[in-house]
């Protein structure tokens, strides 16, 4: 895994470049995680991510260029910023994603790129680059391609097609703070590639980008209320076909307009993706989440309990007899100790904390909220 790599110097420098612009997406669970990146010439732009089948895959992450027209105030890449610009032709990206793969580098790659020369222009750039690397190089692994702002219905179609997930960076949660941030980006320009993209994966019946669509918001840019975003992110699950929202915090970038904006605290990106969980895993709906009058997610506590503690005609719930969906409702129990609970009956009764806990739940998380065989468990808790 560890072999030299004989590449130009121009396409090191490039892929040095470009990978570094390309760092701030997030394209799947592990993206980002430094400490589990390959460690080599290139490795620094190589990242685990973890595909919809739980498989992980080492995917190279690079801009087809970070050249850039747009001058959103976030990014490093925006038009007003003074920062090294390259791009790579389609050939030269693809040929050199195919010695990576021949090297046993990579098994992937997430491609997206700066708009340059307008939207058209740069999306048929990042197609040909995928036609290539999947026609002449015959690469069957993963691709994951970024559907840019402005792009048309048919490159939309033909993304999907070729592609094994695409994505739309939405970054803020409705018109007006996308226009704090991104006044350049008409959200009609973000939101129509998603739509054409939900109408091409329900037609495709699995076959058009299989692992689905996504999308990122910068969390604490546009100074947005975390009621906001998850509203966004609940409509777009129940009306776009999204297959999952990636949530990034907010860190001021130099030579930004908003380098002096405070920093979103990771905290808040946590129970972002609590509630995203709680969405898509544990069917809970937007209007049972829980949030102070400035529409923030608390920080003392997880937003299943606050739910579970604004909910006590509820609780407790009889462990022994309880539904998946009343399981589910119950801190720490999720939905693989769920499912061992339920497939334990007949062979015993769950009597114990450790019982709970040897079916994979938080016991002491869930021992407040719960009776084990008609009892209490010990050191339970009284609702306040």
Not at 208 to 231: K, M, N
Not at 238 to 248: E, V
Request: with cysteine.
């Amino acid at each position: 895994m560890g072999t030299a790599i004989h590449i130009k110097p121009d396409a090191r420098q490039k892929v040095e470049i470009l990978g570094r612009a390309a760092q701030y997406d997030v394209c799947g669970e592990a993206c980002g995680s430094a400490a589990s990146r390959k460690r080599d010439e290139l490795g620094r732009w190589i990242y685990p991510a973890v595909m919809p089948d739980g498989a992980k895959v080492a995917l190279l992450k690079v801009l087809q260029t970070n050249a850039c027209e747009k001058n959103c105030a976030y990014c490093i890449n925006r038009r007003g910023n003074d920062v090294r610009r390259t791009r790579f032709a389609p050939d030269e990206l693809a040929r050199l994603f195919d010695q990576m793969v021949q090297r046993r580098l990579v098994e992937g790659i997430f491609l997206s790129s700066g708009i340059c020369g307008g939207a058209v222009t740069a999306m048929d750039r990042m197609l040909s680059t995928i036609e290539i690397i999947r026609r002449r190089y015959r690469f069957r692994g993963y691709v994951h391609l970024k559907l840019l702002p402005g792009s048309t219905r048919d490159q939309v179609e033909r993304a999907g097609q070729i592609a094994d997930r695409v994505s739309v960076n939405l970054e803020a949660p409705n018109r007006k703070r996308l226009g704090q941030i991104a006044s350049a980006k008409p959200a009609d320009d973000l939101l129509n590639p998603m739509r054409w993209a939900s109408e091409f994966m329900n037609r495709g019946r699995g076959r058009w980008a299989p692992a689905g669509q996504t999308t990122q918001f910068v969390v604490g840019a546009a100074d947005e209320s975390d009621r906001e975003i998850l509203d966004t992110v609940n409509h777009l699950y129940q009306k776009i076909s999204l297959h999952r929202a990636y949530f990034s915090a907010f860190q001021p970038v130099r030579g930004t307009p908003l380098e002096g904006h405070p920093f979103t605290p990771a905290w808040r990106e946590h129970r972002l993706y609590q509630c995203d969980y709680l969405f898509r895993l544990y069917n809970f709906a937007f209007d049972e989440l829980v949030f102070d009058e400035q529409g923030r997610l608390p920080r003392e506590s997880d937003p299943k309990t606050m739910w579970a503690q604004a909910h006590p005609e509820f609780f407790p719930v009889e462990i022994n007899r309880a539904s998946r969906h009343e399981l589910l409702r119950v801190p720490g129990v999720g939905p693989r100790s769920a499912m061992r609970i339920l497939r334990s009956r007949g062979q015993g009764r769950v009597r114990t904390l450790r019982d709970l806990r040897k079916m994979g739940a938080v016991a002491k998380r869930a021992a407040p909220f719960v009776l084990l065989d008609g009892k209490q468990p010990p050191y339970q808790l009284a609702f306040c």
